[in-house]
């Protein structure tokens, strides 16, 4: 039996496992609640010949494979017979604990490489991931990276973030990339428009890449090649989606009758002769003969991509969404789900006997003697040794009036001058000089495959823009999905490459909503990295509500796997940035965001720096000013606690003054991560509880930030207290930061007025 045969009954396997395990899901194991289970077998079903020669031939055992979501039956088919899955595991598909519904290399790290969850995101991560790899090489000296595969369905390309992704010049130098395209014409609800794959072809094209298409199968091919076979490709090539889809529906005869007969119901001769040797049910076969179902179309389009070694490759696959299945090309099978007749006929003509369900290859079976045969699948190489020394503090001298977007730029300038700056690599999407990287830069360089020349290396210039294999800083368009990719990206550099990397991303902090998609996906996918969003709330105050973040302390919050912080004081800056690089060379610690802001504060209002201060801020918060031991401090009649975060920290340290000269004595909290103070409520002695002494319960509490009220808003429920939460909770305004704080009520007046109301007027 020739190798291709053995192939074509692996591929018969792969696509009874994949739909029978999501049959088993749905209709034979437990389901107490009667929750429909779901799977996708229409959609696993349109990749299984792609996945059969990709994971039986082709791959190599340094290439990383990103599959699209709504195909992980099928991979965990594939990844089953490759013999990293037991049968018990199929058994488990989206169950508790079990295989994920989409690969996820957080929930599933044995056999995923990269997570595709979300529409579009995976696929570029992925991506990008591959500019990681050459990264690596360029600044380490690593051996050369192995392939990064990706296939993604043909509506997945509809995502903005793809094309966003494939503008970006570094991508189209990317030369161990391989797109693979699932065009089965078909999205969740409809069969997709006409003209939508020349535009993805126009999209790659211009981006730099190699396309290969696979259209027809070749058993098609050689009935186009005779006699009446151009009239006959020429129609088929000219049918719109719709049209063609609606052909693989037909009755058989009704299918002759469409190929030979024009709108004015006239016979083309040539077609019939052509056809007339043809049964009904091998012509029904013939017109769903697709390129993406042909395997040694496949295998051919693969070798010739290993021959491309100048740029990334894509191949569009043509298939059919539910190949050799039931419902084969219909327009609403994408959540369809095969009745138990209509899987005992799959069992039937697929040779799969009463009791061998889960039946892998017998391993007298040429099936196992050719798996025996490949490469291994790629295995995450260990962690290369590292001696990566973050201080956990600089000897930097800050301004006496700083901000604390001013003192991220102090910090990187520190850290260039140590021997951990090697691995960090910052990112930004077009606001590197506006976010305080300038003197980074200009110490550490652009980071570009190729080096290029500054056409003003002889003027002075604020940033010296200097592009070379050696820089570590990567400009990317204004695209802050591509930002949170690639960062996700970098930030797995240690799993995936064994290699450690510090990636710092910069944006505006109004425009981490614009990527939140983006930055979630990265956070699930099991990346670690710094994102400093600056400048956050109100700081930009004349530019209004554009430039200005109302949400973004609750995102902060909500968000998982990623701290966030809020510091008020350049020190506390220098302090979480430091303790945020030390978790990412470490193990265990989660990605951090701190939101920054480019308001001056006095520097003077901070304690002096000591190990209870820098225990405070890390933890989330620490006491500022203490109005315990004032004389006549009585918690239950004048005493009230002022919580403030980031630059709203000197309106509070004001406003206990100003309540001071009215009898009322207020001790300041500053907070320095709502989310760590949020988070260890769950603890058992929550830090809170330590933070704010016994003797202050019953103290009613104010609090304020430059942000959603919400974001503070659970202090008082904690504590069993009043609370007033101040903050801003509309839309930003144009003004001075004067006009502004006083408008949505977070000025000292303000946090003054709410403390008297909840003292009962004092």
């Known amino acids: 039996m020739s190798r291709l045969e053995v192939l074509e009954r692996i591929q018969k396997t792969v696509l009874w496992l994949s739909t029978y395990m999501v049959h088993h899901a749905n209709s034979i194991r437990p389901n107490p609640e009667g929750v429909k289970v779901g799977g996708h077998q229409a959609s696993s079903a349109s990749v299984v010949s792609l996945l059969t020669a990709l994971y039986f031939d082709a791959l190599r055992s340094d290439d990383l494979v990103a599959v699209k979501a709504h195909a992980s039956p099928a991979f965990y088919a594939a990844q089953y017979l490759r013999g990293r899955l037991s049968a018990g595991a199929l058994r488990e ?63 997945e390309l509809d995502e903005g973030n793809v094309g966003e992704a494939l503008a970006e010049e570094v991508v189209g130098r990317l030369t161990n990339v391989l797109w693979i395209v699932d065009v089965n014409r078909q999205s969740l609800d409809r069969i997709v428009p006409d003209g939508r794959l020349r535009q993805m ?30 009239g006959l490709r020429t129609q088929l090539d000219a049918l719109s989606n719709v049209a063609y889809q609606r052909l693989l529906r ?77 419902f084969a090309g219909d327009p609403l ?22 009791g061998a369900e889960w039946n892998g290859f017998a391993p007298d079976s040429e099936e196992a003697a050719l798996v025996r045969k490949l490469p291994p699948l790629f295995t995450p190489p260990a962690p290369r040794a590292s001696t990566l020394e973050v201080p956990a503090e600089l000897e930097e001298s800050y301004p006496a009036e700083c901000s604390t977007q001013e003192a991220f730029g102090r910090v990187l300038g520190a850290l260039s001058r140590l021997p951990v700056a090697e691995r960090i690599v910052t990112v930004s999407a077009d606001v590197a000089v506006t976010t305080h990287l300038a003197g980074w830069i200009n110490r550490k ?46 930030g797995l550099a240690r799993e995936l490459y064994g290699e450690t990397l510090l990636p710092i991303g910069t944006l505006y902090d109004p425009f981490v909503t614009r990527g939140l998609d983006a930055l979630y996906h990265a956070l699930y996918s099991g990346s670690r990295f710094i994102v400093a969003a600056t400048p956050s709330g109100v700081s ?15 995102i902060g919050v909500a968000l998982p796997g990623i701290v966030y912080w809020d ?81 709203t920290v000197p309106e509070a340290v004001h406003a206990a003054r100003a309540l001071r000269e009215r009898g009322v004595l207020a001790s300041v909290f500053a907070v320095t991560s709502p989310d760590r103070l949020y988070r260890g409520l769950r603890e058992p002695r929550p830090y809170l509880e330590t933070l704010v002494s016994a003797d202050e319960e019953g103290v009613p509490v104010v609090s304020v930030l430059d942000g959603h009220s919400h974001a503070l808003a659970f202090i008082g429920a904690a504590l069993g207290v009043p609370q007033t939460a101040l903050g801003v909770d509309d839309f930003g305004q144009s003004g001075t930061r004067a006009d502004l704080y006083r408008h949505y009520g977070i000025d000292v007046a303000a946090i003054v007025r709410a403390a008297q109301v909840l003292l009962g007027g004092l």
Request: net charge neutral; glycine share 14%.
């Open 540 to 554: 930009l105050s004349p530019e209004g509500g554009a430039h200005q973040s109302v949400i973004t302390p609750g």
């Open 201 to 230: 072809r126009a999209m790659f094209e211009a981006g730099g890449w190699h396309v290969i298409e696979l259209s027809w199968g070749r058993k098609l091919q050689k009935l186009f090649a005779k006699p009446g076979g151009a």
């Open 445 to 490: 360089g652009v980071y570009f495959p190729q080096a290029r020349t500054n056409p003003f290396a002889d003027q002075p210039q604020a940033v010296q823009w200097k592009e070379s294999p050696a820089g570590q800083h990567i400009e990317l368009g204004i695209a802050e999905h591509n930002l949170f990719l690639l960062l996700g990206a970098f």
């Open 250 to 326: 037909l009755a058989p005869g009704g299918l002759r009758k469409a190929l030979v007969t024009d709108r004015e119901g006239r016979a083309d001769r040539m077609l019939d002769r052509l056809l007339g040797n043809i049964g009904d049910a091998a012509l029904a076969e013939l017109v769903a003969d697709r390129g993406g179902h042909d395997l040694r179309a496949i295998l051919d389009a693969f070798a010739e991509a290993g021959r491309v070694r100048d740029r990334p490759v894509v191949i569009f696959a043509h298939t059919i969404k539910g190949w050799g299945l039931p």
């Open 333 to 354: 099978n994408h959540t369809a789900l095969l009745t138990p007749g209509q899987i005992d006929q799959l069992r039937g003509s697929l040779g799969i006997g009463e």
């Open 93 to 155: 598909l989206r169950s508790f604990g079990g295989l994920q519904a989409y690969p996820s290399r957080r929930k599933n790290p044995d056999v995923v490489d990269l997570s595709t969850g979300s529409m579009g995101l995976g696929a570029v991560q992925a991506t990008f991931g591959a500019l990681a790899s050459r990264y690596i090489v360029d600044h380490f000296g690593t051996r050369t990276p192995g392939r990064v595969i990706v296939m993604v369905g043909d509506a």
């Open 567 to 647: 510091p008020a004081f350049a020190v506390e800056t220098e302090w979480i940035l430091l303790d945020a690089l030390r978790g990412l060379a470490g193990e265990g610690a989660e990605a951090a965001y701190v939101r920054l802001s480019t308001r001056t504060v006095d520097q003077a209002l901070a304690p002096p720096p000591s190990a209870a201060y820098r225990g405070g801020v890390l933890r989330g918060a620490y006491r500022l000013v203490d109005a315990r031991g004032e004389p006549g401090w009585d918690p239950e009649t004048n005493a009230v606690s002022l919580f403030a975060a980031g630059v």
